[in-house]
């Protein structure tokens, strides 16, 4: 999977007219996202919102390009990073999940490594505020790990919203709407993970 994103070439480089649209329509996205977390710099292809807090270093948004037969599918990430906890030998991957077989249901936090027993999950769990806003969210993920070597946590979201598709056949190029009020959801609950995680 190609990121482009703070890895990737910058803009100038862009190989396709398709990472090129996808770019343009990541710049109106950001303006959602400004409305809570002030004016980003430009950092490769991604924007990059510098915190002055203790609680979060960084949040950054930015595509993850997965080739599909026909075209390609740029998926939006916001992900913030988090000093690392005092106790961070115990910090093992957690993700949100959701109760309910066929509707989606109550979300709630889970180890994502079978016998893992993360204490953060129950102090998530325990955040009604967090879970509602969880619940207002249409995610593909949400992970939350620990990052060895620069010495963070990882708060990683990936909506469904804010989206690009690009189609060779037919042509076409599809831009997926991010949900009115859904970044600052986002920001919210980040900013609630990013309180529990340095209560630790």
């Known amino acids: 999977m190609k990121i482009l994103g703070h890895a990737a070439k910058p803009l100038s480089e862009c190989r396709t007219r398709g990472d090129l649209a996808a770019w343009r329509f990541l710049e109106k996205i950001i303006g959602d996202f400004s409305q809570g977390l002030g004016k980003p710099e430009r950092e490769g292809q991604s924007f990059i919102f510098k915190e002055n807090t203790s609680l979060l270093k960084d949040v950054r948004v930015y595509y993850e390009i997965e080739r599909k037969f026909l075209g390609k599918i740029y998926a939006l990430v916001f992900e913030g990073r988090v000093p690392v906890p005092r106790s961070s030998e115990r910090f093992t991957p957690i993700r949100l999940s959701y109760s309910g077989m066929v509707k989606k ?14 204490p953060l999950v129950q102090r998530l769990n325990g955040n009604e505020q967090l879970l509602d806003l969880c619940r207002l969210q249409d995610l593909e993920y949400l992970r939350i790990y620990r990052d060895v070597q620069e010495e963070v946590c990882r708060i990683r979201y990936r909506p469904f919203g804010g989206s690009f598709i690009r189609l060779l056949f037919p042509p076409l190029n ?7 009020r859904h970044a600052r959801y986002m920001i919210e609950s980040m900013k609630l993970i990013g309180e529990a995680i340095g209560a630790d």
Request: hydrophobic share 35%.
């Open 105 to 118: 249901g109550r979300p709630f936090f889970k180890d994502d490594a079978k016998g893992a027993k993360n």
């Open 174 to 180: 599809y831009g997926v709407i991010l949900p009115d």
